[in-house]
C-alpha cells in the first residue's frame, strides 16, 4: 500500500467527535480531489504557461536584466537596497510578516482542532522513514539533511552546504499530545514556541523551559541549544526532555530516554542533526498562573550585579524566573519573576502589558529602573514569556535603525516584529558581509564564576551593550553520558539530589562604536578571542552565530568525549 493510500484512510479511521471525522473526511476528499486536479489539469496547463513565460522572458526581461547588471544603475540600486533597508523592510517584510503569522494561527488553530491526532503522526513519520531506506537504496550517494530551507532557520548563517546534500522532508508541525498525569507534552519538531505557548497557556501549563523567541523549532533548540530564563533551575531545554524519537540513518525509527538507549539520549543535545532526524520529542511541563510576579533590582557596580546574581541563582528559594540585562561594565538591571494570580486589588494599576505593539522595548523598559529604584509589577504571563519578541532583543534597531522612536510603535507596531526568516531572504549579499564583520552576534555559555572576567572580555572585544544574562545549571548526569557537554567542575547538589555547576548564557548583539566611528576593528579576530575565553573556561559558545574556530579548536568543545576518547 503507498503511502498516499495509508495516509488517506488512517485519516478517515481517527477517532473523535462526528464534527471532527466529517471535518477530517471532507479534508481528505478535498485534498484528493485536489490533487487528482493538480496533477492532470493545474500542473500540465502551468507548465505550458512557463513554457511560454520563459520563452519571453528570454527574449525581453532576461536581456534587460543582464543590462541592468552591467549598468552603472545596478551598484546603485543594490546600495539603495541596503542603505535604506530600514523602509524598504518596513515595506514589504513587515506586512508579509504580519500575513504569514496570521495565515499560520488559523492554519494551527484548524489543524489541531481537527486534523491533529498521534495515528496521523505515525503515517508522516513512515514518509520520513521510507525517504531515508530510499536513500540507502540509491546507493547513500550524498550527506542527508533536513530540507528546511536555511533562510527559515533562527542562526546568522545562510548555509549554502545543503544544497549538496540529499534533503529529507520532514513535514511535522504539529503538537501531539499533553498527558497532564505525567506532566508533560510530545510534540513534533517543526512545533514552534510561538505555537507552544498559545496551546498550553489556556490549558494552565507551559514548557518547564519556555523558549522567548516564537519561531524557534523543538527540533532546532533541542539538535541545537535552547536556553530561558528558568534554566537556573532545570537546565537547557534538552535536560527538561523525556523522550526522543529518532529515525536514524537506516531507516529504522528508535525511541530513547534515560532508561532506553541512554548513549543516543545524552548525545542529541547540540548534535546539529548529524546522529539521525528528530520526529517527536516528549518534554516537561509546569502548571502556570496567569501572571508573572516581576521585581527589578538596579545594580550600579559590577561586585553589585555578580554577588546578587550569584546569591539569587543559589538560593533554595530562587525565583522560578532570573535575567539580567546588562546596560554598561558597571550597570545592570536584575529581574526576578514568580507565577502569581495576579496583583493584590490595591496593587491593578501595576499590571504592565509589556506585550501590547505600542509599549516601550522590554529592555528600555527594563532600563528605566536604573533611574527609579527598584520596583515590582505583574506581566500577564503569554507576554512575559514573549517579552523580548517585538523588539527581537535590541537587534530591530539594527535592522530598522528608527525603530526605537515612539510614532514608530504607534503607526507600524501593531504588524508585530518583522520574521527574521524573512529579514534573512531579503538580505542583500551586503548585508549579509555586513553581519559577519562589522556587527557582533555571539552568545557564550560560560561558569557563572567567569562573568565579571566574560564581561570585561566583551567591553574590550566589542563595547556593546546591552549584554543578555540567562543563568543555567549544567548537570553531571548520573550515568556517566555527558553527550557533547563537558563534565562540570565545581559541583553544587540540587534539591533532588543531582549534581550541577551553575552556567550563564551571556549574549552580545549589536554594532561595536569602533565601526560606527569607522575606526578599525578586526570581528574575526575579536570572536576567536572571546572563543578562546570560552574554552579556557570549559564553557561553549552558541552555534547559531558565527564560529571562527579551527577544526581542532573546534573539537576539543563539541566532540562528545568518548568520540574524543576512542581517537
Ligand atoms: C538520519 C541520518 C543518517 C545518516 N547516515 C549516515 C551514513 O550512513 N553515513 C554517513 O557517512 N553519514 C550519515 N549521516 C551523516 C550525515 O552525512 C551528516 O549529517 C554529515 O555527514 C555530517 O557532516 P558534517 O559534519 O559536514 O555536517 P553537515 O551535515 O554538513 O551539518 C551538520 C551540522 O553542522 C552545521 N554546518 C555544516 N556545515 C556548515 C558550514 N559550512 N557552516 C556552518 N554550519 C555548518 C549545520 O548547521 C548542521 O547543524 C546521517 C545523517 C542523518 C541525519
Ligand atoms: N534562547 C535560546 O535558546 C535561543 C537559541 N537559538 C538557537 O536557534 C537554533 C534553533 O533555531 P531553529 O530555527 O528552530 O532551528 P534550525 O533549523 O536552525 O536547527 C538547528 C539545528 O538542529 C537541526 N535539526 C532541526 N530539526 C531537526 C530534526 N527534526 N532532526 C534532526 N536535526 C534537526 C538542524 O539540522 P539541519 O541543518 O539539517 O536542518 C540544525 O543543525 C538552535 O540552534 C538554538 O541554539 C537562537 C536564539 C535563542
Ligand atoms: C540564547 C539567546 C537568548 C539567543 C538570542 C539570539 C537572538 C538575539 C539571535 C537569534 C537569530 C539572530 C541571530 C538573527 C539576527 C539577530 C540576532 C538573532 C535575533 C539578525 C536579525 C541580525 C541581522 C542579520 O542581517 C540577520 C537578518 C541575518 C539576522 C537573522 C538572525
Known sequence: MSIDTASRQDYMQCEGSLLKRTVRATHNHIVHVMTLFWTYLVLPLLQAVQSVLLFVANITVMPLFALIQKSPAYPVLLEFFTEHRGWVLVGTVLPLSFLFDHYFRVRNWYYRHFLSAPHLHDVRVREVQRQVCAWNEAGRQKPMVTARPPWLAMSLRVES????????????????????????????????????????????????VMIEMDDLTVGGLLMGVGVEVSSHIYGFLSETVVAYEVVLGDGSLVRCTREENADLFH?????????????????????????????????????????????????PNTPEFVEATIYSRETAVIFTGDFSDGPPASQKHKINHVGRWWKPWFYKHVESFLEKGEDEEWIPLRQYYHRHTRSIFWELREVIPFCNAWWYRWVFGWLGA?????????????????????????????????????????????????????????????????????????????????QYEMYCDLGVYGVPPKVKNKQPWDAIAEVRRIEKFARDVNGYQLLYADCFMTRDEFETVSMCPAHRAAQ
Open 267 to 315: 548525545a542529541l543535545p547540540w548534535s546539529h542533526g548529524t546522529l539521525g532526524f528528530l520526529v517527536a520529542a516528549e518534554l516537561k511541563i509546569v502548571p502556570v498562573k496567569p501572571y508573572v510576579h516581576v521585581k527589578y533590582i538596579p545594580c550600579h557596580t559590577q561586585d553589585e550585579y555578580a554577588n546578587k546574581l550569584s546569591l539569587i541563582t543559589h538560593a
Open 418 to 498: 518583522p520574521k527574521i526568516a524573512f529579514i534573512k531572504l531579503t538580505s542583500t549579499p551586503a548585508v549579509r558581509e555586513a553581519s559577519v564583520y562589522s556587527h557582533v552576534v555571539q552568545d557564550l555559555v560560560v561558569p557563572l564564576t567567569e562573568l565579571k572576567n566574560a564581561v570585561n572580555l566583551y567591553d574590550d572585544a566589542f563595547d556593546v551593550y546591552p549584554l543578555l544574562f540567562y543563568p543555567v545549571r549544567i548537570y553531571k548526569q548520573d550515568d556517566g553520558y555527558q553527550g557533547m557537554l563537558h563534565t562540570p567542575r565545581n559541583l553544587r547538589t540540587a534539591e533532588d539530589g543531582r
Open 161 to 208: 552546504f545543503k544544497e549538496s546534500c540529499e534533503k529529507i522532508k520532514i513535514n511535522l508541525h504539529d503538537i501531539l499530545e499533553v498527558d497532564t498525569a505525567r506532566m508533560t507534552v510530545r510534540c513534533e519538531p517543526l512545533v514552534d514556541m510561538g505555537q507552544i505557548t498559545r496551546h498550553l497557556i489556556p490549558m494552565g501549563y507551559a514548557l518547564s
